[in-house]
């Protein structure tokens, strides 16, 4: 099991920034990979960053050039700074966590974080 909490949203204005935090309740090690999705009201959750395990990122092309996702293991803990962001960025951020094994896959949420970007 996983357990997933978020943390760092708010209301920013248009152009500012946020970092969101994840923390996971195990060694980021075992899990292989981990992300941001977020869900806006009326809207599908789409997928916003995820890193796997060897680091590899991946990005929304909404997002890219704006957005990094990072990890901290020492922390079991990854991040997404989110900059210049924009009123289309508003929705409710959730971490995402995959672990894989000879059980299967099987996959986490977190609570999700509320960010809003509004002047």
């Known amino acids: 099991q996983v357990q997933l909490v978020e943390s760092g949203g708010g209301l920013v204005q248009p152009g500012g920034s946020l970092r969101l935090s994840c923390a996971a309740s195990?060694?980021?090690?075992?899990?292989?990979?981990m992300g941001w999705y977020r869900q806006a009201p009326g809207k599908q959750r789409e997928l916003v960053a995820i890193m796997s395990t060897g680091s590899v990122t991946n990005y929304a092309d909404s997002v890219k050039g704006r957005f990094t996702i990072s990890r901290d293991n020492a922390k079991n803990t990854v991040y997404l700074q989110m900059n210049s962001l924009k009123p289309e960025d508003t929705a409710l951020y959730y971490c995402?966590?995959?672990?894989?094994?000879?059980?299967?896959?099987?996959?986490?949420w977190g609570q999700g974080t509320q960010v809003t970007v509004s002047s």
């Open positions: 195990r060694s980021i090690f075992s899990i292989n990979a």
């Open positions: 995402h966590a995959i672990t894989i094994s000879g059980l299967g896959t099987k996959d986490y």
